[in-house]
Each structure stands twice: as structure tokens, then as C-alpha cells.
């Protein structure tokens, strides 16, 4: 036994497995440490998740212009609802046919990379119609509930900046379309001014323009030229200043010419607004900002001006005194904030200082930081991520920041923080795990970013500074516990059903990285593994103790057995920071107390049945239901279907398969008395008429009492 | 636990609906008592997440046997009487499957009863339900051991001759009987509670479902489902303890220790008000399956594979043979 101690606590330490020149392996021990590189070992946790495709989530998504991004689940979910209520039949085989389409669609996404969705359901369907010819009716009864111009994005390295830049139109094109609105409204203001100035001008009275009015078809039959002499003799209306002329053509001009929301029609292009670089980003900014004073000058002379309201002796001084800086301010009431977009590599130190530079002027830019890779090849935090880290924490520094953290898994789920994030008027930063950095290969990057976050490696954080609430740390599994602990289903050798809970530790999120096989070592048969214990454990365990508590995960091998696998000390140490970075964190962040709502005394039982001394469940209390409603004693319902085959519409299934009144009004008296007539329990209670004017009642009536 | 001695389940924790186990629209009658025994069942596999691929349901031939074909499990529609020895193969071979017997009256107490009694005996780890609807049904109203006396049917026009037979008094007659309970079809919350303690009872699991056929013998329950005085409630602080909502529709209650036979059997012989609960329940009885096997691993796939190869070598025509025989 002490040999084969000797030979793991060996290990442990050193990450180094017995050389076969230091001998035969202990005798008394028995069992042997063993590489895993080659095994196909995965983290026994992640085994269940192991064949994605076949497996209902949240990706791929659909990504439609102008829409929200749904999971492709959800839309094939609401394209079945509803169908077929009358035909079980069709509607079962539409289902059917639904969800085999759906399952080759996620396969192609998950092949493929992001595709448009027509391409990707001409394959699908295709291929399901060869070996199925029926398919294909069903899936152009489908077609139409799905959008035109969708593009199906799987879980991959391009998914963040993809979604990331879908929400982004989506919050800028409603920000944009208020800001070209405005313009639009000034821009017909201004003109409408010099218009009608020229139409009193003598220039818009000349024959020639009476002409152009008219029309030459007309222009003949009249004496244009007596009617201009007529017209400029009547003239009252006074002719524009030159001064004010010529200012409001030089507003119209930066109105029309702005490049922020170009006019509809005009040839001007827009600025580029998304960036693949901070330092290029706030170049860029500071290159626009006279432009952008322009603007906003403009913006306000031109109300100014549409309202008639504007004094040359007041507000000429004003406006030539407008500096940049202050009407770079007044434009950001309208905000026109520019996307940044790094990933991996992009993030050098040079773009973490310009984001920082940008976000302490409260600039409104929004920051993606997408980081592929969390560890390098010593376990150590690779340097994107750790620039990532540095950012969050000094985001907070800067008061107005919204700050997201979370990873790719999540990202559906965290679409409406996103949107504040994005909405957000002042700075806001996203940092986000990926599961697409090259040593997740072995693993779909979905699996990888969601075991991030279980893991604690990478944990989920939201701060909205405008939205008044602490900053979150809700998204996290078990965010109150060091670890979350979840129970696998597992069968032992006698095919005997077991439950099995393990923690999900950071040594399980390195253990599926191959670039850290040798740093496992797996018990070979009748190891000693008395002093094992499980990652959780040895991560806790003060210095020192690991001298009697060597830290085990639990992997699976390709055919689902389960192994002891041993960690090294470096690992465990890395494994060990990442729990004391999310302790600090919850230190920081303490979540909120939950309210504890004092619940109500129950009601006293109602007058107890006689001898009933085995009454276990809480008594039930009578709702206080209207005495003239109809209801069914659902509870007792046996599933027959006859109050169904009077109007499936009124009654229904629940859960239980048991009937119930969906909606009294789905129904007539009639169909009621006679749904109790028919119900053999005679469980079904028709009430009082809700139409005193329906047809019969009298005779409704009486055999309702009869019940 | 450092050999490979786990073995993972490769799905998903899923929550399943009731639909997730539904296959197909069954072609029972409206009002079929059978109807609220498959949604009963359906409600157990939920509320426990059995998996589909874990769960086996065996029956016979009758309307009642159509029961497999509903269950989007694995399911096996034996031949007439012999859903008990098949279920009893499934076990021995696969003890990792939670194993269900549906069988009809006809089938279970008439053609397939010898397998019956010895079912009993073995005490296999089954969970069986019987569904008695006092007839023939799929036949179209032939008599069967459980009709009553004087009932007027295809083959006994006069009526019926003999005594009915009392399933559960047979059952409780039988040794080793561990799990014998009687419940009707038309009180749903009571099936399922009986059912889901029959599932946990490890061992031959006995249910008496007295179950409804509007279509051949529409009458004969009437009075029993219309009056509620007509039904008595066994319960037992060891057996089933009944909810306040039913213990108010439900007055008749019989308080009774399941582990007391010769109670149980006073029980069963009522016949009017039916009582229904657990009437027996003794976990101690062994399981044929764990005495004869012991702990062994179940046969590989290499040994199936080898012994049937064997049988089937038996008639083999050789193509030497052949030829000579030409
Ligand atoms: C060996 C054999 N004998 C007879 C039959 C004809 N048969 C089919 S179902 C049935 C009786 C079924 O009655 P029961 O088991 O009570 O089922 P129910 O239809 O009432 O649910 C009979 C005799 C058969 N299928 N096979
Ligand atoms: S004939 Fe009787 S047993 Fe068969 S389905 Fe109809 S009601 Fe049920
Ligand atoms: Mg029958």
C-alpha cells in the first residue's frame, strides 16, 4: 500500500509518472499511475453533453435582420404550436417531420459555420426528402413561420462578435433612424423657408416659372406674363435677409452632407461606426469630432431656425462661440456610439489603453473583448485573458461603464443585458469566453464556454450603472456556493442505477485540455485510492494538507466508464487561484440577501373526515370560486375524453392529461350539460347560463338540475 | 470506485411532459378504462424521469395489451397469456430495465394463467397490471374467468355458469406474494398512487385494476363509479394514506396493515363496496432473479451471441449435406 502512495503523492508533486528505469512498480500496491494522453478521457461531467447535435438547445440561432436573435429551438417550437389541433394524427407526423429537420439543420451549422437558411434548408430537406418523400409536404407547411433572410450561426469562435454585431444594428438602427428623422424634419423646415421666399421672389413669378407650374399642355391658354405683372405688383411678403439665406443654406448643406445618418437618397456614405481596433476607433473619433461639432451646432441653429426663433443679434455670437468640445457633448445627447470588436490576439496592450483612454472620457463606445483562449500552456492565465480580466476590473473604476461578462453558452440567455449594455448611454464593455481557443478541439466550443462558467474560470457579471440595480452575479450556477455540484446517472457493473454528485471545479474544466495530459495520471485497476479525494476537497484544504489528500477528477472514457484520474500540483494550484478569484469576487459583489416573505398560517383543515388517520397531504383549500361558474373536479378526471368529444375547444388536457374548463366562453350551456351528461364520473359541474338568449335554455335547464 | 466500474447515462437531464411518452393515439374507446391506466402509467414514468430506453412494457394479446403501443418506450406485444414469461426473460437478462406487464383478464387469468401462479412464486422484480374489465373485449364479448355469474355473452348466451374468480384472492393464495393491491380505473389519483408504490416495491408488484368497457359491458360498473359510497379506501399508516380531497368523496375507509394476510384475504373477498389500496406488502421476499444469479454480470453480448449461434447450428443445413441429399 505505502509504495503505491509513494508512487501517486510522487506524481503529485512533481507531475512526473515512475521511468521505467527506477524498477518494477510497488509490488504490494498493485495498481499503477498511468498516462492519459491518447484515452479519449473527457471530464465525466461533460459526458452527457458529449453528442451536441442531437441535443435540443439554444443553438444554432437564427439571426434575421431587424429581429432578435431566437435559438433555432424556439422557432421551430412556435412554427409547430397550434397546428393540427383537430388532426392528433397530422399534427404528431408535422412534429415529427419538424424535429428531424431541425436535427439536421443543427448538424449542418455545427459542420458548416454560420449559413444562410435557405441554403442550409435546401440541403436538410433534400437530403430528409430522399430517404423520407413525405418530408417534404410538412416542411413547406413549416417554411413559412421561419424568417426570409435568417442566417443559421452555431456556437463557434466567429458566434460573438456575429450576435454581438446583430443586437448592435438592431439598438443603432433605432438610435439612427431618430437622428435621421430629426434631420429629415429640419431639412424640409429649411427648405420649406427658402421656398416659399422664392416663390414671392420675382425670380419665382418670372413668366417662365408660371410656365413650369402650369404645365405646358395648359401654359398656351393663358397670358403668362400679364398674370407675373399681376402677381409682383400685389407683392407684401418681404424677401429673405441675405444673411439668413445664406446660413440656412450652409445648414442645409452640413445636414445633407452629415455622414452620422445620411438622407434617404443621398449618395453620401455613412462613417463606419464598427471597428476592429481601439486605437483606430478613437483615432477616428477625435478625426470626426469637428465634423461632429458641425453638427451639432447646426442641429440646434436649424431648430432655431425652423421655429423661427432665431435672432442674428443673439445667437450669432452664441454659436461662433460653440467650441468642439462642448458640441461634441450636445451630439452625444443623441449619442452616436462606435462598436469595438476584439478577439484573442487583437487585444494587445496598446488597444487595452486606448479602451481604457476612451472609457475614462465616457466615451460611448462598446467594447467586445472576445477571448478564445483563458490558460497558456503552463496553466497559467494566457495574456488576453488576463487583459480581459484588467479591463472589467478597472471598467468599474469608470462609475458610468456597463460592464457584461459571460461566455458564448450563455449568450442567448444574456441578450437583454446585452441590449442595455448596448443601449446604454455612456461606456459599456463586454467580455466574453469563447470555448473556440484551438486546445477546445476536442470538445464543441458551446461545451467549452459553459464549462468556463460552471468552472468559475470564467464567471458571468452584469453592472448597469443606469439600470439602479447591484451589479449581479446571478448568472453564475450556484453563485452563493464555491462550486456548483450537479448528480450523474450512472449504472455500476451490475447495471444498478447510481447517482453520483461532483462539484464543478477548475480542475475539471483543465482536465479537457489535452495540453495538460501529462499533468493527470489515471489509477490503473485496484489502485490504492484511499487517499484520493475529490478536486473540491483538495482545492479548500489549507497548505500543506496535500501531503495526505491528493486531488481526483472523475473522467469518462469514450464508451461512458468512469475513472479516477489524479491531478498534479500545478494544476491544483491553478485550480486553487481560480477559487480565490471568485471568492474575492463574491466578496465584492456580496449577492443580496434573499427576502424571506413569512408565509401565511395555513387555514384550519376543514371539518376532518371521519376516521382518516393516514391524512399525509396539506389540506386543500377550497378556492373561492364563483357558486354560478361551471368547473370540473379535474383531480378526478380518468382521462376518457368524453366532455373532449363534445367541444375540444372549451374543455382540455392538462398536464396530467386530466380535463379542465379552459375558457367558459370557448363553450355554450349546451355544450356543458351535455359534456356532464356524458361524463361517467360525473365530475363536470355546467353552473348557471352565462347567454340568457340561448337557444333552448329552458330545457337546458332542466336537465342540468337532473345532474 | 477506481476500476471502470461506472458507466454513464449519455443523456441529458431531461424534464419530460407527458407527451414524451405518448406514442401514437390509442385505439381504445371513449370512456375505456384503459385510457386512465396509460395516463396514469404516463405520470409515473414522468414524476420519476424514467428513461424511455431503460423502461420495457410487456402485455399479451386484448384490447388492454394494446398498452406497448402507446408507451414511446421500449415495449414487446407478446402472444395470448404469455406477457408474464416474456417479462420474466427481460428480467433475467437485463436487470437494469424497470420491466411492466400489462395483461387482460382473459389473458392473464384464463389461457395464461398457469404462468400466473408461478409468476407469483418467483417474485421477479415486475411491476404487473391487470387489466379486468370482466370480458373479452377485443374478441367482441366472449365470458372470462372474472365475469360474473349469470352475465349473458357470445358463448354464454343463457349465462354465465360458474363463480367468478377472484383475482387477488388468488394472488394472496399463492407463496411468495409481496405486493398485492386493488384499484379501480375511474379514480385517478388513487391509480397512480398505487401504481407508483407498486413501481417502488421491489418484487412481483401485483395490481387489480378494475377497468371499465363501455363498449361491451357498458353497465357494469355504473353504480360503482356513480356512487362513491360503493368503493372503500384501504389505508394504512405502512400502505397508502389518502389526501384530504379524497377522503371527503370517499367516506368508506378500511384501515388496514398491509402486512397482515389474513386481512388482507378478508378484504379481498368483498365484493361490494370494492375496496381498493395496498392489501399486501411484504418487502422481504427474495427475487427469483438475485437468487439465481447472485451477483454476476449479465451475459455479454459475446456469450449471447456464441449460445445462440450454438442453437442455431442445430439445423443447420450444411452445404455438403445439401448436395449429397441432391
Ligand atoms: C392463443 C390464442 N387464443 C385465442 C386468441 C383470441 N383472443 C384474442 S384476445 C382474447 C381475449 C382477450 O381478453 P382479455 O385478456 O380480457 O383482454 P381485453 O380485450 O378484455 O382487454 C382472445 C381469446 C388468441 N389471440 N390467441
Ligand atoms: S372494447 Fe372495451 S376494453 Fe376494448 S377498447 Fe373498447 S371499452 Fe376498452
Ligand atoms: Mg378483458
Redesign the interface.
Known amino acids: 500500500m505505502h509504495g503505491a502512495f509513494q508512487d501517486e503523492l510522487a506524481f503529485h508533486l512533481t507531475g512526473r509518472l515512475r521511468a521505467a528505469t527506477e524498477g518494477p512498480a510497488p509490488e504490494d500496491g498493485g495498481g499503477t499511475l498511468e498516462p492519459i494522453a491518447g484515452r479519449g478521457l473527457l471530464p465525466a461531467l461533460f459526458a452527457p453533453y458529449a453528442d451536441l447535435a442531437q441535443l435540443r438547445h439554444d443553438f444554432p440561432l437564427l439571426l434575421a435582420p431587424g429581429k432578435p436573435a431566437e435559438s433555432l429551438t424556439a422557432v421551430m417550437e412556435s412554427a409547430l404550436a397550434g397546428r393540427d389541433a383537430d388532426d392528433a394524427e397530422a399534427a404528431s407526423r408535422l412534429r415529427h417531420h419538424g424535429l428531424r429537420l431541425e436535427r439536421a439543420l443543427r448538424g449542418l451549422a455545427a459542420k458548416k459555420g454560420a449559413l444562410p437558411l435557405a441554403e442550409a434548408w435546401k440541403e436538410a430537406g433534400a437530403e430528409l426528402a430522399a430517404a423520407d418523400p413525405e418530408i417534404g409536404e410538412s416542411l413547406n407547411a413549416l417554411k413559412g413561420a421561419f424568417p426570409a433572410k435568417a442566417t443559421l450561426v452555431p456556437c463557434d469562435g466567429a458566434l460573438p462578435i456575429a450576435l454581438l454585431k446583430h443586437e448592435w444594428h438592431r439598438v443603432q438602427e433605432e438610435r439612427l433612424a431618430a437622428l435621421r428623422g430629426e434631420i429629415e424634419t429640419l431639412v424640409h423646415g429649411l427648405e420649406n423657408i427658402l421656398a416659399a421666399d422664392f416663390i414671392t421672389s420675382p425670380a419665382g413669378r418670372s413668366p417662365e416659372r408660371l410656365r413650369a407650374t402650369i404645365g405646358e399642355a395648359l401654359a398656351d391658354h393663358f397670358d403668362l406674363a400679364a398674370m407675373a405683372s399681376l402677381l409682383d405688383r400685389g407683392r407684401t411678403v418681404a424677401t429673405l435677409q441675405e444673411s439668413r439665406r445664406s446660413r440656412l443654406q450652409a445648414l442645409l448643406s452640413v445636414l445633407k452632407g452629415q455622414r452620422y445618418a445620411p438622407l434617404p437618397g443621398s449618395d453620401v456614405t455613412a462613417h463606419k461606426l464598427t471597428f476592429t481596433s481601439a486605437r483606430t476607433a478613437l483615432k477616428a473619433w477625435q478625426e470626426r469630432l469637428p465634423a461632429r461639432a458641425e453638427l451639432a451646432r447646426t442641429l440646434a441653429m436649424a431648430r432655431l431656425e425652423v421655429a423661427g426663433e432665431y435672432t442674428e443679434s443673439r445667437h450669432d455670437a452664441l454659436f461662433a462661440r460653440f467650441d468642439d468640445r462642448r458640441a461634441s457633448e450636445a451630439l452625444e445627447a443623441i449619442s452616436v456610439p462606435s462598436l469595438v470588436c476584439l478577439r484573442g490576439d487583437d487585444l494587445q496592450p496598446d488597444e487595452a489603453a486606448a479602451v481604457l483612454e476612451a472609457f475614462a472620457a465616457g466615451l460611448p463606445f462598446k467594447v467586445l473583448v472576445q477571448v478564445d483562449s483563458l490558460f497558456d500552456g503552463e496553466a497559467r492565465l494566457a495574456p488576453a485573458a488576463v487583459l480581459a480580466h484588467a479591463l472589467t476590473a478597472s471598467a468599474f473604476g469608470f462609475a458610468d461603464a456597463a460592464v457584461l461578462q459571460t461566455t458564448s453558452a450563455r449568450l442567448l440567455a444574456e441578450i437583454p443585458p446585452l441590449q442595455n449594455v448596448l443601449g446604454h448611454r455612456g461606456p459599456g464593455l463586454v467580455t466574453l469566453f469563447s470555448g473556440a481557443g484551438a486546445e477546445h478541439s476536442r470538445i464543441p466550443a458551446y461545451l467549452a464556454a459553459a464549462a468556463a462558467l460552471e468552472s468559475r474560470v470564467f464567471p458571468a457579471l452584469f453592472h448597469d450603472p443606469a439600470g439602479g440595480q447591484p451589479t449581479s452575479l446571478a448568472a453564475n450556477p450556484a453563485a452563493d456556493a464555491d462550486w456548483p455540484e450537479y448528480v450523474l446517472d450512472c449504472e455500476d457493473s451490475r447495471q444498478q442505477r447510481q447517482k453520483q454528485s461532483l462539484a464543478f471545479t477548475a480542475l475539471d474544466f483543465l482536465a479537457a485540455d489535452p495540453r495538460f495530459a501529462e499533468h493527470f495520471a489515471l489509477l490503473g485497476k485496484g489502485a490504492d485510492d484511499s487517499h484520493l479525494v475529490p478536486a473540491a476537497e483538495a482545492a479548500d484544504a489549507a497548505p500543506g494538507a496535500a501531503e495526505q489528500r491528493l486531488p481526483f477528477v472523475l473522467m469518462a472514457d469514450t464508451a461512458g466508464r468512469m475513472h479516477k484520474v489524479l491531478a498534479d500540483e500545478t494544476l491544483l494550484a491553478a485550480a486553487k487561484q481560480v477559487l480565490r478569484r471568485w471568492r474575492a469576487l463574491r466578496a465584492q459583489f456580496t449577492l443580496p440577501a434573499p427576502v424571506i416573505v413569512e408565509a401565511p398560517a395555513p387555514a384550519a383543515p376543514a371539518e376532518a373526515p371521519a376516521e382518516t388517520p393516514a391524512v399525509t397531504a396539506a389540506p386543500v383549500e377550497e378556492a373561492a370560486t364563483d357558486p354560478d361558474a361551471a368547473y370540473i373536479e379535474t383531480a378526478r378526471c380518468s382521462s376518457c375524453g368524453a366532455c373532449l368529444l363534445v367541444n375540444d375547444k372549451l374543455f382540455v388536457y392538462d398536464g396530467n392529461k386530466q380535463a379542465q374548463i379552459k375558457d367558459v366562453s370557448l363553450g355554450s350551456f349546451r355544450d356543458l350539460v351535455e359534456a356532464a351528461e356524458s361524463c361517467p364520473l360525473a365530475i363536470i359541474h355546467p353552473g348557471k347560463p352565462r347567454d340568457p338568449a340561448e337557444e333552448g335554455l329552458a330545457d337546458l335547464l332542466a336537465r342540468a338540475a337532473a345532474l | 470506485?477506481?476500476?471502470?466500474?461506472?458507466?454513464?447515462?449519455?443523456?441529458?437531464?431531461e424534464q419530460h411532459?407527458?407527451e414524451d411518452y405518448q406514442s401514437?393515439?390509442p385505439r381504445w374507446c371513449?370512456?375505456?378504462?384503459d385510457?386512465?391506466i396509460?395516463?396514469a402509467v404516463?405520470?409515473l414514468c414522468r414524476d420519476e424521469g424514467l428513461r424511455p430506453e431503460k423502461t420495457v412494457f410487456i402485455s399479451g394479446i386484448g384490447c388492454s395489451s394494446r398498452f406497448p403501443h402507446y408507451m414511446k418506450t421500449y415495449g414487446l406485444h407478446g402472444i395470448h397469456g404469455r406477457a408474464l414469461p416474456i417479462a420474466e426473460g427481460v428480467r433475467m437478462a437485463?436487470?437494469?430495465l424497470d420491466v411492466f406487464v400489462n395483461t387482460g383478464d382473459g389473458d392473464c387469468c384464463s389461457i395464461g394463467a398457469a404462468h400466473w401462479i408461478h409468476a407469483i412464486r418467483y417474485n421477479m422484480n415486475l411491476t404487473v397490471m391487470l387489466h379486468d374489465n370482466e370480458i373479452y373485449g377485443l374478441t367482441k364479448k366472449q365470458a372470462s374467468p372474472t365475469s360474473p355469474k349469470g352475465l349473458r355473452s357470445n358463448t354464454t348466451p343463457g349465462g354465465a355458469w360458474l363463480e367468478a374468480l377472484n383475482p387477488v384472492q388468488v394472488t394472496l393464495g399463492v407463496q411468495n406474494a409481496s405486493f398485492v393491491a386493488q384499484v379501480v380505473?375511474?379514480?385517478?389519483?388513487l391509480l397512480y398512487d398505487v401504481l407508483h408504490r407498486a413501481w417502488k416495491h421491489r418484487g412481483f408488484s401485483f395490481v387489480h385494476i378494475v377497468q371499465?368497457c363501455?363498449e361491451w359491458l357498458p353497465n357494469q360498473f355504473?353504480p360503482f363509479?356513480?356512487d362513491p359510497s360503493k368503493v372503500a379506501l384501504v389505508?394504512?399508516?405502512r400502505g397508502?394514506?389518502?389526501?384530504?380531497?379524497l377522503?371527503?368523496?370517499y367516506?368508506n375507509?378500511i384501515?388496514h396493515d398491509p402486512r397482515d394476510i389474513d386481512g388482507a384475504r378478508k378484504i379481498a373477498s368483498q365484493r361490494d363496496p370494492i375496496p381498493v389500496g395496498i392489501l399486501y406488502h411484504d418487502p422481504s421476499v427474495p427475487c427469483y432473479e438475485d437468487l439465481r444469479r447472485g451477483?454476476q454480470?449479465?451475459h455479454s453480448a459475446a456469450l449471447v451471441k456464441k449460445g445462440l449461434e450454438k442453437q442455431f447450428d442445430k439445423f443447420t443445413i450444411w452445404p455438403q449435406t445439401a448436395e449429397a441429399a441432391d
Open positions: 470506485m477506481s476500476e471502470a466500474t461506472l458507466c454513464l447515462l449519455r443523456l441529458a437531464d411532459s407527458l401514437g393515439v371513449p370512456g375505456c378504462g385510457n386512465a396509460l395516463s404516463q405520470r437485463r436487470r437494469d380505473d375511474w379514480i385517478p389519483e371499465r363501455p355504473e363509479v356513480r389505508h394504512h399508516e397508502l394514506s389518502i389526501s384530504p380531497s377522503a371527503k368523496v367516506r375507509q384501515q451477483n454480470p449479465p
